[in-house]
T-cell receptor, first 112, second 114 residues
Framework: DQQVKQNSPSLSVQEGRISILNCDYT??????FLWYKKYPAEGPTFLIS?????DKNEDGRFTVFLNKSAKHLSLHIVPSQPGDSAVYFC???????????FGAGTTVTVRA | NAGVTQTPKFRVLKTGQSMTLLCAQD?????MYWYRQDPGMGLRLIHY???????AKGEVPDGYNVSRLKKQNFLLGLESAAPSQTSVYFC?????????????FGNGTRLTVT
């Protein structure tokens, strides 16, 4: 049973607009959350993370929001650029654990 | 700086054949991982290692074995391949546990078992 769920397999957005990717988790022990980005024929690369003591973390055009009561996090990309077209994976972990639990991924396509 | 290198990039096996996937990292990372990626399933952890000479089971370890004889290398073995093992395999490494430091992934091995 997947503990991290990304219910939208794909998202299409116009260049310059906001992309919002959603992620839900079921394990209340998770306290560290990450987003990875993956281009075709490449491995995933780390994008941004947030710990449960925060509800927001920002890095340039990327912002992650965490709603612990709803067990929900989201990734905002503003403004979206063609180079952002990729698969985005949400991941979660318990502090100190060696393992990450990944969602199934959301494919983002940025239209010119 | 190569980072994480996986060999081979592609492989086709017949059911029952065996093979070994090699992962090498040049970042002096202690932690190494093998994941498989399947459509609609995301990345699932097969085995991992917290240091030279150590290995541990992940979420989906059945049918796989691993070895970490040298710190920089992490080998994934399939003793008797099955069609259910058709997947894309990713190796990753990290400086500290996955929750605290980003995973660095290789570019993957696409395996088809017929």
């Amino acid at each position: 049973d997947q503990q991290v769920k990304q219910n939208s397999p794909s998202l299409s957005v116009q260049e310059g607009r906001i992309s919002i990717l959603n992620c839900d988790y079921t394990n209340s022990m998770f306290d560290y959350f990450l987003w990875y980005k993956k281009y075709p024929a490449e491995g995933p690369t780390f994008l941004i993370s947030i710990s449960s003591i925060k509800d927001k973390n920002e890095d340039g055009r990327f912002t992650v929001f965490l709603n612990k009561s709803a067990k929900h996090l989201s990734l905002h990309i503003v403004p979206s650029q063609p180079g952002d077209s990729a698969v985005y994976f949400c991941a979660a972990s318990v502090s100190g654990d060696y393992k990450l639990s990944f969602g199934a991924g959301t494919t983002v396509t940025v239209r010119a | 700086n190569a980072g994480v290198t996986q060999t081979p990039k592609f492989r086709v096996l017949k059911t029952g054949q065996s093979m070994t996937l090699l992962c090498a990292q040049d970042m002096n990372h202690e932690y190494m991982y093998w994941y498989r990626q399947d459509p609609g399933m995301g990345l699932r952890l097969i085995h991992y290692s917290v240091g030279e000479g150590t290995t541990a089971k992940g979420e989906v370890p059945d049918g796989y074995n691993v070895s970490r004889l040298k710190k920089q290398n992490f080998l994934l073995g399939l003793e008797s391949a099955a069609p259910s093992q058709t997947s894309v395999y990713f190796c990753a490494s990290s400086y500290s546990p996955a929750a605290y430091s980003p995973l660095h992934f290789g570019n993957g091995t696409r395996l088809t078992v017929t």
